[in-house]
């Protein structure tokens, strides 16, 4: 035993290991055979290792084990079992195993940290006991054939993980040689074939939706050159790509998915396909063929997986320098054109250079750009080379039967490969197999079309017309960027005219000249032939041409006349401009019949602020009028009624300013009347009246109030800050008080000065003297002091007398009743006395106001005074007059209005008149 570990320790091979023990145990026990078999727990399955024969044959008894014989057991259990009487255990009763003839058998694991590696039996065909000893020494031959095993195994393993890191290296050295994806798929297809010896190969790859065959090894060119498309993947390959992962057939003949290539009738076998994938997506299969059946073991399709992700990462690679170069290539010949769009604004020149160089770089025939005129919608073939002259003139007379029609139609661009066009190109010239057609459009329109044709079958691929496409994008932008151009220059053109048309017409206000000037420059700038100016009369409502220019007047003639300002008349009643190719079959005409006469017309309306104005009118034979024109012609006629505007403003200006200066003098006049008469009046005023403004400063004073000022100023009186408190401490209806100036008493009251937008503009206050007032005043003070008093002694006379008169003499009654008599004068004295006081002091108190016609109440105080007037020899006359009723206390109005009638009659001379009217001030 000690000598069999030795040599089991020393040997690295997994054959020698299993024949040393073998040998070891058929001479220590004296068995009939010894076998054994090498166990996979992860499968379940037993491979034959090793087996010996006492005679010394080396054969197996039974190629595979039975899964429910002895060694089966064994292997699954990981204990050892020992059968003394093998006929009759359950485990050798079936047929087979009773004709080995077996009388008994031990069967021990190979055991090595509590996995089974594989287990080793020892039979004999005689009767057998094993004693302990014997099982002692093959359990210890069973361990050290486990470590053996499991050290051989190490040893394999190494060694066969340094051949496939080899073979990697080699693969990846050999791929990292180059950048063509064929010749790194070559190179990868054989480092594959050799690590494996299949005997045949293809590697797919996976373009536009179905498996294309890129390199083949060992397969017919019938089998290897057909491409699959999606709807055939069957097969080892359509799971591989589907599935994500290595697919072995070990049979080809029995697959449950038969390939859609008769791999079977070529003579291969077995098949094993592993996807291709890069970041979790399919690029492509590789699949090795054998013609063994299970031809590829398990650590060949782990081999297998490993080259496939180099092999992905290399056509990844391959593919992204290839993508790389055809980018460097597109963006070269996009630069190229860039460069070629923005070196010219002339736009001949620059599709000339822009066609010349696409077909050179991209190595085509024949192309043509046609370019649709903006204004006629009609497609025009701007440069052409290499076109047949019959494709020429068919699209140059029905472009819409063609394919630049219905891209013109669609939008979009149009590819048409492999099929002759039927553009009647004409006896003897080549049929046309592939076309393209590039819409050239900018800010969403289309403005004409590129048209390739190439002769070379299969000359374009989706990426070329890509290309194409962003390359019409780019002379779309140019030749808009160069239309652009040319309409500023139109456009600063015009604006230049129009500037200096603006500068002619502001310099005169005449307007014969001015519409002249607006005439001429329509027609010079429209090279039109003629124009006619027709303006509306005072009624704005017939239109007659007041300017021709360059136009046939009879056509104006009085007979004519309507026909021929049609056009004006459809023009206001529509507002809009009119723009018409031919004048005859221009809107107007609806009902009428047309002119003779055909020519292009355009007429815009003169606009003014304050209404129409008229029509300017442009005729020609020579050309057509276009959109341009139309603008033009409109902003020249903005400026011409403004100018006419003017002018005609001006003239009415000139005539309101001479009518205006005529009533300016009367005004001035007729202020300087009034302000005569107010100075007359405020000079003539007693009171003295000052005029303050916003801040309560004096602005003005009458003489009155200056006498006031000065005789305040000499006792030291400040009369001015007096004036000013009253002026700003001013609250509605008014602000009364009172001063004191030399010795005499001024009632001062003040007033606000209100402007109709401006509110207050200062305020005007009145001194009046009213030192009589006061005087009187006191005088009733007195007086009804004094009253009061004497108002005792007539009373007390009257109850005197009247005593005496009851009960004194008789003979005295006629004394008394006269004394009682003189003394009830004397009261009724006083008490009139009182009550006009009464009256007097009644005045101040508020009293009932009522809407009063003044009429009647004169009339009926010239009724009451008419026998005063009478008696003094006075006319006393009214004549009523229709005034707004006022609203006043009745009573206080009477009294008003007889005091005012009594005192004109008692101070009106005898014989003298007194006449009394009414009215609004």
């Known amino acids: 035993l000690y000598e069999t570990s030795i040599r089991l320790a020393s040997t690295r091979a997994l054959d020698t290991a299993l024949e040393i023990t073998t040998g070891t145990a058929l001479r220590l026990v004296e068995g009939q055979d010894c076998h054994i078999y090498l166990y996979d727990a992860a499968t379940d399955t037993l491979t034959f290792g090793t087996a010996l024969w006492r005679d010394g044959r080396r054969e197996p008894a039974v190629p595979a084990p039975r899964k429910d014989g002895l060694t089966a057991t064994v292997a699954r259990s990981g204990q050892p079992l020992i059968i003394e009487d093998a006929p009759n255990h359950p485990l050798f009763q079936a047929p087979n195993a009773r004709a080995w003839g077996i009388q008994a058998v031990a069967g021990f694991p190979l055991r090595r940290q509590k996995r089974v590696l594989g287990v080793f039996t020892i039979a004999f065909l005689k009767p057998h006991r094993f004693t302990p000893s014997e099982r002692y020494i093959l359990s210890l031959l069973a361990d050290q054939a486990a470590v053996a095993v499991e050290n051989a195994r190490l040893v394999a393993e190494t060694r066969a993980r340094n051949e496939e890191l080899a073979i990697l290296n080699a693969l990846a050295t050999a791929m990292s040689r180059s950048l063509d994806l064929h010749q790194v798929l070559r190179a990868a297809l054989d480092q594959a074939m050799t690590a494996l010896d299949a005997d045949g190969g293809l590697i797919y790859l996976l373009e536009e939706g179905q498996l294309t065959p890129v390199v083949h090894r060992g397969l017919p060119a019938s089998l290897a050159e057909t491409a699959i498309p999606p709807e055939l993947y069957d097969g080892p390959v359509r799971e591989a790509i589907q599935r994500g992962r290595t697919i072995v057939v070990d049979d080809l003949a029995h697959a449950p998915r038969q390939p859609p290539l008769d791999l079977v009738e070529a003579g291969f076998r077995s098949a094993v396909a592993v996807p291709l994938l890069t970041r979790d997506r399919g690029v492509g299969v590789m699949m090795l ?13 782990a081999l297998l997986s490993a080259m496939a992700g180099q092999i992905s990462v290399a056509v990844e690679n391959a593919r992204l320098f290839y993508e790389t170069q055809q980018r460097n290539w597109e963006l070269s010949i996009l630069n190229t054109v860039a460069t070629t769009t923005s070196r010219s604004l002339a736009m001949q020149p620059l599709l000339e250079e822009t066609l010349r160089q696409i077909l050179s770089a991209m190595n085509l025939q024949a192309g043509a750009f046609h370019l649709l005129d903006p204004e006629e919608d009609r497609l025009t073939m701007a440069c052409q080379q290499g076109l047949p002259p019959g ?59 590129l048209l390739i044709i190439d002769q070379a079958p299969q000359s374009f691929t989706q990426r070329d017309l890509n290309l194409l496409v962003t390359i019409g994008q780019q002379v779309g932008v140019a030749v808009e960027n160069i239309r652009l151009y040319e309409q500023a220059l139109a456009r600063e053109r015009r604006l230049r005219a129009l500037h200096d048309t603006a500068l002619g017409l502001s310099s005169t206000l005449q307007v014969p000249r ?50 021929t300002r049609k056009v004006a008349e459809w023009v206001i009643q529509h507002r809009q401009p009119l723009l018409a190719d031919d004048v005859r079959r221009a809107p107007c005409w609806e009902g009428d019949p047309p002119p003779e006469e055909s020519g292009a017309v355009l007429a815009v309306l003169l606009q003014g602020k304050a209404g129409l104005i008229g029509v ?49 003098a009367e005004r001035t006049a007729e202020l300087q009347r009034q302000k005569e008469r107010i100075e007359a009046i405020l000079h003539s005023v007693a009171d003295g009246v000052v005029v303050t403004d916003r801040a309560g400063n004096l602005v003005r004073a009458n003489p009155a109030a200056e006498r006031l000022l000065s005789s305040a100023r000499a006792e030291g009186t400040d009369l001015v800050a007096f004036i000013r408190d009253l002026a700003l401490g001013f609250r509605p209806p008014a602000a009364q008080s009172t001063v004191v100036i030399a010795g005499r008493t001024y009632q001062a009251q003040a007033a606000p000065v209100r402007g109709e937008t401006e509110g207050d503009l200062g305020a005007v206050v009145v001194l009046r003297d009213v030192t009589y007032f006061k005087e009187l005043d006191q005088l009733k003070s007195e007086f009804v002091s004094n009253v009061s008093h004497e108002l005792r002694t007539p009373l007390a006379n009257i109850k005197l007398y009247l005593t005496l008169l009851e009960k004194g003499h008789p003979e005295r009654r006629a004394t ?106």
């Open 289 to 301: 063929l054998g013609r063994q059946r299970s031809a590829f073991s398990r650590r060949g399709q």
């Open 391 to 449: 494709m020429v003139r068919v699209i140059a007379e029905r472009p819409e039967v063609t394919p630049i029609g219905e891209v013109l139609t669609s939008g979009e661009p149009l590819l048409v490969l492999n099929r002759r066009e039927d553009l009647s190109a004409g006896e003897g010239e080549e049929p046309l197999y592939n076309l393209v057609v590039i819409p050239l459009s900018a800010k969403g329109r289309i403005l004409g079309t």
């Open 514 to 563: 001015l519409l002249r000037q607006v005439l001429e420059a329509a027609v010079a700038d429209l090279h039109a032939e003629g124009g006619v100016l027709w303006l509306l009369g005072r009624d704005a409502q017939q239109l007659h041409p007041d300017l021709i220019i360059g136009l046939s007047e009879e056509r104006f003639a009085s007979e004519r006349l309507q026909q």
């Open 616 to 664: 300017l009118e442009a005729r020609s034979h020579a050309r057509a009028f276009t959109h341009e024109d139309q603008s033009f012609l409109s902003i020249l006629a903005n400026i011409a009624a403004v100018a006419i505007e003017n002018a005609y403003l001006y003239e009415a200006v000139k005539q309101y300013a001479i009518s205006l200066e005529e009533r300016v």
């Open 816 to 921: 008394h009743l006269r004394v009682l008599s003189q003394e009830v004068r004397r009261l009724e004295t006083l008490i009139e006395d009182i009550l006009d006081l009464s009256r007097l002091e009644s005045r101040g108190r508020q009293a009932e106001r009522t809407p009063l016609q003044m009429d009647e109440i004169v009339q009926q105080v010239i009724q009451s005074l008419a026998p005063q007037a009478t008696s003094r020899n006075v006319h006393l006359s009214f004549e009523p007059s229709p005034v707004p009723p006022v609203k006043a206390n009745r009573d206080q109005i009477i009294q008003l209005v007889t005091n005012l009638v009594a005192n004109a009659i008692n101070y009106t001379e005898a014989g003298g008149k007194i006449a009394l009217t009414l009215g609004v001030m």
